[in-house]
């Protein structure tokens, strides 16, 4: 299984361009998510989505559009590009089914640099 | 206040100490997952604890309910687990979000 698939590894943006990170998982996972990282900062949540045709925002949802029209898949849009949306994006799934919480399965990463 | 709270933010062991990592949190949880991530980037899962103790190998996981306390062990430390170690809850309330902490900077020298 590949796991979770995250592209591109890197990007470089002018200010005011719009970009998708993709985000796939071949786990048949419900539950994905994305997050930013930043220094001296935990992860943040920006969206999550419960399964396909759900989307809900997370801390940080300005400035990020999401979609979920399968559950294999889950894209990132920046719609206009700012420099403070650089950062170290990740992406990750997990499972919903049973009673118990299941683990998260992380994608590499996105550093993304806006100037 | 943060919601997750590790201790400490940088540690620096020789090859072969007992290691630990501390996570107090302030809410009621269900779930707390202990991750690392590598100079790489790249996070994984370490363990998930919603009760009691959990070992893998040389790393040990234990939590405390009451007191909302978590440690991450490391027995025999080696150079290959210097790594930021995050801990992470899943709030009662909001079973579908994590909070992190902002991770604990392990070195080992050799």
């Known amino acids: 299984n590949a796991g979770v698939t995250q592209t591109p590894k890197f990007q470089v943006l002018k200010t005011g361009q719009s970009m998708t990170l993709q985000c796939a998982q071949d786990?048949?996972?419900?539950?994905m998510s994305w997050y930013r990282q930043d220094p001296g900062m935990g992860l943040r949540l920006i969206h999550y989505s419960v399964g396909a045709g759900i989307t809900d925002q997370g801390e940080v949802p300005n400035g990020y559009n999401v979609s979920r029209s399968t559950t294999e898949d889950f894209p990132l849009r920046l719609l206009s590009a700012a420099p403070s949306q650089t950062s170290v994006y990740f992406c990750a799934s997990s499972s919903l089914r049973g009673r118990h919480n299941s683990p998260l399965h992380f994608g590499n990463g996105t550093r993304l640099t806006v100037t | 206040k943060n919601e997750v709270e590790q201790s400490p933010q940088n540690l620096t062991a020789q090859e072969g100490e007992f290691i630990t990592i501390n996570c107090s949190y302030s809410?009621?949880?269900?779930?707390l997952h202990w991750l690392q991530q590598h100079p790489g980037g790249g996070i994984v899962s370490l363990f998930m604890l919603s009760s009691g103790k959990k070992k893998h190998g040389r790393l040990i996981a234990t939590i405390n309910i009451q007191e909302k306390h978590s440690s991450l062990h490391i027995t025999a430390s080696h150079p290959r687990d210097s790594a930021v170690y995050i801990c992470a809850v899943r709030s009662s309330g909001s079973a579908r979000q994590l909070t992190f902490g902002s991770g604990t900077q392990l070195t080992v020298l050799p």
């Open positions: 809410v009621g949880i269900s779930a």
């Open positions: 786990m048949n996972h419900e539950y």
